[in-house]
């Protein structure tokens, strides 16, 4: 097959698996509505979008109520000689005056702990300039988005699991119906030697072999039947539902599909995109660790009251502003090592998205290759089906004419079943591996009739 006519197939079935599904992607849809996973995910989305708004805090102010009581007993103190600085002086007034308005004082000890002393205050801060906030809040918008492929990675996965199972269903489905037109052959068949046998044509030995045939169809149909039951429980616990549900029938993937274009392009995988965002995140990590070399600096206001005995009046109250600056000079090489370190893993990660890159791209050729041979997997089956439908009309002619063995007509019915078995496993098959491709580059829209975040 060219490679102009691989393409138009691989994009035949993709706008099938893609776009004229109505009824699967309900189911996806309700997958996506009903998985725990999901909604786990969902809600370490919802974590991590308020870990970045608590972030983007850090750079307004913040206002704090802060009180301190001080009871104080012994300690240090400091001598003030009062009575020899001013007994002279008040003798000296007394005798002027000749009074005793101004007594004697004693010298005093003055407690360097305050006593009964209360401060009361609202301290506003503000961080006029600190790069470790602001890369802080870049990581955090960075998990954010990381968090944001986490979902569509499982969604993704989940939408391709869901799709092969349903084909499979399916396919259970038809096999279900080619068994029972296999029994309406080895009834037919029955039928004929009876008459064969009735006008001595014919050996009991045959009739007994065409018995022992529907017996055999009727066997493997009722395994068909509950293999078939065992994928519609497996469909139904991949979208979350009671595992007997019925599950619709889209009748659409026995016709044939319209023409829409293909991407080759592994670029929009989740796990590039993670790494890639991890990259980013490793960045922001180096450039953090060389902001020592930016001071911070920062802002505060107080606005309180402060006084002994809770005394409250304008000499009490207070306000104080400041501004604070602080520069790490030296920290014996620790900010150093912290940017080598950094600057290792930038390299490991690019070391891990190469290798990432590699492996997808080969799952993607590997995706494509086994389309490829499904195609002509299918386009055989037809053939082999055709030609065994041709071949077992003119077997059962000559059978009934007496020119043919019945052990050649078992063997043209054989074939014929086993032909059209083929041409169901190998048609559902296409639509496996393309939905494999379709996981492998990524094209589904995971986010479809999803809400915003």
Same mark, same amino acid.
């Given at each position: 097959?060219?490679?102009?006519?691989?393409?138009?197939?691989?994009?035949?079935?993709?706008?099938?698996?893609?776009?004229?599904?109505?009824? /699967?992607?309900?189911?996806?849809?309700?997958?996506?509505?009903?998985?725990?996973?999901?909604?786990?995910?969902?809600?370490?989305?919802?974590?991590?979008?308020?870990?970045?708004?608590?972030?983007? !805090?850090?750079?307004?102010?913040?206002?704090?109520?802060?009180?301190?009581?001080?009871?104080?007993?012994?300690?240090?103190?400091?001598?003030?000689?009062?009575?020899?600085?001013?007994?002279?002086?008040?003798?000296?007034?007394?005798?002027?005056?000749?009074?005793? #308005?101004?007594?004697?004082?004693?010298?005093?000890?003055?407690?360097?702990?305050?006593?009964?002393?209360?401060?009361?205050?609202?301290?506003?801060?503000?961080?006029?300039?600190?790069?470790?906030?602001?890369?802080?809040?870049?990581?955090?918008?960075?998990?954010?988005?990381?968090?944001?492929?986490?979902?569509?990675?499982?969604?993704?996965?989940?939408?391709?699991?869901?799709?092969?199972?349903?084909?499979?269903?399916?396919?259970?489905?038809?096999?279900?119906?080619?068994?029972?037109?296999? /029994?309406?052959?080895?009834?037919?068949?029955?039928?004929?030697?009876?008459?064969?046998?009735?006008?001595?044509?014919?050996?009991?030995?045959?009739? /007994?072999?065409?018995?022992?045939?529907?017996?055999?169809?009727?066997?493997?149909?009722?395994?068909?039947?509950? !293999?078939?039951?065992?994928?519609?429980?497996?469909?139904?616990?991949?979208?979350?539902?009671?595992?007997?549900?019925?599950?619709?029938?889209?009748?659409?993937?026995?016709?044939?599909?319209?023409?829409?274009?293909?991407?080759?392009?592994? !670029?929009?995988?989740?796990?590039?995109?993670?790494?890639?965002?991890?990259?980013?995140?490793?960045?922001?990590?180096?450039?953090?660790?060389?902001?020592?070399?930016?001071?911070?600096?920062?802002?505060?206001?107080? /606005?309180?009251?402060?006084?002994?005995?809770?005394?409250?009046? #304008?000499?009490?109250?207070?306000?104080?502003?400041?501004?604070?600056?602080?520069?790490?000079?030296?920290?014996?090489?620790?900010?150093?090592?912290?940017?080598?370190?950094?600057?290792?893993?930038?390299?490991?990660?690019?070391?891990?998205?190469?290798?990432?890159?590699?492996?997808?791209?080969?799952?993607?050729?590997?995706?494509?290759?086994?389309?490829?041979?499904?195609?002509?997997?299918?386009?055989?089956?037809?053939?082999?089906?055709?030609?065994?439908?041709?071949? +077992?009309?003119?077997?059962?002619?000559? +059978?009934?004419?007496?020119?043919?063995?019945?052990?050649?007509?078992?063997?043209?019915?054989?074939?014929?079943?086993?032909?059209?078995?083929?041409? #169901?496993?190998?048609?559902?098959?296409?639509?496996?591996?393309?939905?494999?491709?379709?996981?492998?580059?990524?094209?589904?829209?995971?986010?479809?009739?999803?809400?915003?975040?």
């Amino acid at each position: 097959m060219n490679k102009k006519k691989q393409f138009i197939w691989l994009s035949l079935i993709l706008s099938k698996v893609c776009f004229s599904q109505s009824i /699967l992607e309900q189911y996806i849809q309700e997958g996506y509505q009903n998985n725990q996973s999901i909604q786990q995910q969902e809600l370490t989305l919802e974590k991590s979008v308020y870990a970045l708004k608590e972030a983007k !805090s850090l750079f307004l102010p913040s206002i704090s109520f802060m009180t301190d009581y001080f009871l104080a007993g012994g300690g240090r103190t400091v001598d003030f000689p009062a009575g020899d600085l001013l007994n002279p002086v008040y003798s000296s007034l007394n005798q002027l005056t000749n009074s005793n #308005n101004f007594p004697q004082l004693d010298n005093q000890q003055i407690l360097l702990n305050p006593d009964n002393f209360y401060d009361i205050k609202f301290r506003t801060t503000l961080p006029l300039l600190n790069l470790e906030i602001d890369y802080n809040r870049r990581i955090k918008r960075e998990q954010v988005e990381m968090q944001k492929l986490e979902i569509d990675l499982y969604k993704r996965e989940l939408a391709k699991e869901i799709k092969i199972a349903y084909f499979q269903y399916l396919q259970s489905l038809e096999a279900i119906k080619i068994y029972e037109n296999a /029994l309406k052959l080895a009834r037919e068949s029955k039928r004929i030697n009876e008459s064969l046998f009735e006008n001595d044509k014919a050996n009991r030995t045959t009739l /007994l072999r065409a018995e022992n045939e529907i017996t055999r169809f009727e066997a493997i149909r009722e395994n068909a039947i509950q !293999s078939s039951n065992s994928v519609k429980a497996y469909f139904n616990f991949l979208i979350n539902k009671d595992l007997n549900d019925p599950v619709l029938v889209d009748s659409s993937y026995q016709s044939a599909a319209i023409f829409l274009g293909d991407s080759t392009s592994i !670029s929009e995988r989740e796990e590039l995109l993670k790494l890639k965002i991890g990259g980013n995140i490793t960045q922001h990590l180096e450039r953090l660790s060389k902001s020592y070399i930016v001071p911070k600096l920062n802002t505060f206001l107080d /606005l309180g009251s402060q006084g002994f005995d809770w005394q409250y009046d #304008n000499n009490t109250r207070y306000y104080f502003f400041g501004v604070s600056l602080q520069w790490d000079v030296f920290a014996s090489g620790r900010n150093h090592y912290k940017i080598k370190q950094a600057q290792l893993d930038n390299k490991i990660l690019q070391a891990q998205t190469d290798y990432v890159f590699s492996q997808l791209q080969l799952q993607f050729n590997t995706s494509v290759n086994n389309f490829n041979t499904s195609v002509f997997s299918y386009q055989a089956a037809i053939s082999t089906f055709n030609s065994s439908q041709k071949f +077992y009309a003119d077997i059962l002619r000559l +059978y009934k004419e007496g020119q043919a063995l019945y052990i050649e007509l078992l063997d043209a019915q054989n074939q014929l079943i086993q032909s059209e078995l083929q041409v #169901n496993i190998s048609l559902y098959d296409t639509y496996i591996k393309a939905a494999e491709i379709e996981r492998a580059n990524a094209s589904l829209n995971v986010n479809i009739h999803s809400d915003e975040k």
